[in-house]
């Protein structure tokens, strides 16, 4: 169930027993009502429920994991990884990445630059050495909805990145086989917290080939 409020601070939301349009009800001295698990956010998408009861409980981190081989799932040469971002804070950290079991080698990965809203685009080989460190500062993430499409190649189509339906930068990097064995979404890793996202993550995909311009364009399209 969700509303808006009319004016700032003055608005509720609430569930009642009631007579007729009064929210006031005596009961029938025989009947009941239990209510239990009830969460309220300020959102309007909900996310997964925490339930509490004497004190207040922190929700986890969501955590993915692939266990065996991942080749099938990750491109080590060639691949996209695609992101929907509902944005509300402006912070430094990482949005989604494929990488080895250290965030330092094997990476390719999207994050926020900086608390203005620029996007960065980072490839590190399998030795650890930077393929690839772009700041993309304009244009930026907006407050709201964001698209972001990365169809990254060591070959001659290289890296392409595309946010709401344009290309917003293009560049070239070597870096052989990744290596990469996990998939990272919101953060580096589960030890990095300095770079979680904290932004609500509306959906992602990672394709095994790189998409072409045109396709990277229709994905992230708003």
Do not use: H
Not at 22 to 27: A, L, T
Not at 107 to 122: C, I
Not at 186 to 193: E, K, L, Y
Not at 196 to 215: C, D, G, K, M
């Amino acid at each position: 169930m969700t509303a808006t409020a009319d004016v700032a601070g003055s608005s509720f939301l609430g569930i009642y027993t009631a007579s007729g349009t009064s929210v006031s009800y005596i009961g029938n001295g025989s009947g009941s009502v239990q209510v239990w698990g009830a969460q309220a956010e300020a959102s309007s998408i909900p996310t997964s429920y925490i339930p509490t009861t004497a004190a207040p409980v922190t929700r986890n981190a969501d955590d993915i994991n692939l266990s065996g081989a991942v080749s099938g799932c990750i491109g080590q040469t060639q691949g996209t990884i695609y992101v929907e971002v509902d944005y509300r804070n402006l912070p430094n950290a990482a949005i989604l990445a494929i990488q080895s079991s250290s965030f330092l080698s094997g990476a390719v990965r999207l994050e926020t630059a900086s608390s203005n809203g620029s996007l960065r685009v980072q490839i590190l080989d399998a030795s650890g050495a930077t393929a690839l460190d772009q700041t993309i500062t304009s244009p930026q993430l907006t407050i709201g909805i964001n698209k972001i499409a990365l169809g990254y190649s060591s070959n001659a189509s290289g890296v392409v990145t595309a946010l709401n339906g344009s290309i917003v930068n293009t560049s070239t990097a070597s870096f052989g086989t990744l290596g990469a064995t996990r998939v990272c979404l919101g953060s580096r890793s589960i030890t990095a917290g300095s770079f979680f996202f904290n932004n609500r993550i509306r959906s992602a995909a990672i394709y095994t080939s790189r998409l072409s311009n045109a396709e990277l364009i229709s994905l992230s399209t708003l």
